[in-house]
């Protein structure tokens, strides 16, 4: 079946710094490739999205580019902020959402 | 954007009682709305399907009898967790998907934090 894996963190940044984190997906066919961030109790928030292969989504200085060849969906931002600091899901949706285990990042001021 | 919500926020029950979670689409009809599961500092797991008008479709693994699901109009899914214990204390999350213009989107609900006591 479908499958999501991000790198499972904790994160920790200073602020200011280069963000990476990694997001590979086994799915057949095509799927639309997603991150969600949830920030402290609260629910999921869509960050960004790509429908289809070498799509760049982006989204408050976020990035991410399907690619179908590396089967990769990673998310980037050149410049992270203290506010931040959230858990972030890449997720898959062919018939139904498929999450992976989330990436807990923290930004140090 | 469309909104979907969810009452309550947070609740708080006594082993043994039943607790029912509404979430509702704001601006847009769903047919279809989704239940996850969080448990802490975990992933969402997708618990059932809710289809207006029908009977819900669980995934495996998930009692239908312990986590009630109706969808009684096309802006409202209710998951009653019946007989609540402390496993059930979790963060449940809805969704609400929408095609517009043959596209699919589904927005996701603030989420219900349940603490069985």
């Known amino acids: 079946g479908n499958s999501v894996t991000q790198m499972e963190g904790p994160v920790t940044l200073s602020e200011e710094a280069f963000l990476t984190i990694n997001c590979t997906y086994t799915a057949t066919g095509y799927p639309s490739l997603f991150w969600y961030v949830q920030y402290p109790g609260e629910g999921l928030q869509l960050l960004l999205k790509?429908?289809?292969?070498?799509d760049k989504g982006s989204n408050k200085g976020f990035e991410a580019t399907y690619r179908k060849e590396t089967t990769s969906f990673h998310l980037e931002k050149g410049s992270v902020q203290v506010s931040d600091s959230a858990v972030y899901f890449c997720?898959?949706?062919?018939?139904?959402?498929?999450f992976g285990p989330g990436t807990r990042l923290s930004v140090l001021p | 954007g469309a909104v979907v919500s969810q009452h309550p926020s947070w609740v708080i029950c006594k082993s043994g009682t039943s607790v029912k979670i509404e979430c509702r689409s704001l601006d847009f009809q769903a047919t279809t709305m989704f239940w996850y599961r969080q448990f802490p500092k975990q992933s969402l797991m997708l618990m059932a399907t809710s289809n207006e008008g029908s009977k819900a479709t669980y995934e495996q693994g998930v009692e239908k009898d312990k986590f009630l699901i109706n969808h009684a109009s096309l802006t409202l899914s209710t998951l009653t967790v019946t007989s609540a214990h402390p496993e059930d204390s979790s963060f449940y999350i809805c969704s609400a998907r929408v095609t517009h213009r043959g596209q699919e989107t589904q927005y996701f609900g603030p989420g219900t934090r349940l603490l069985v006591l």
């Open positions: 790509a429908t289809k292969a070498d």
């Open positions: 997720a898959l949706y062919g018939q139904n959402f498929v």
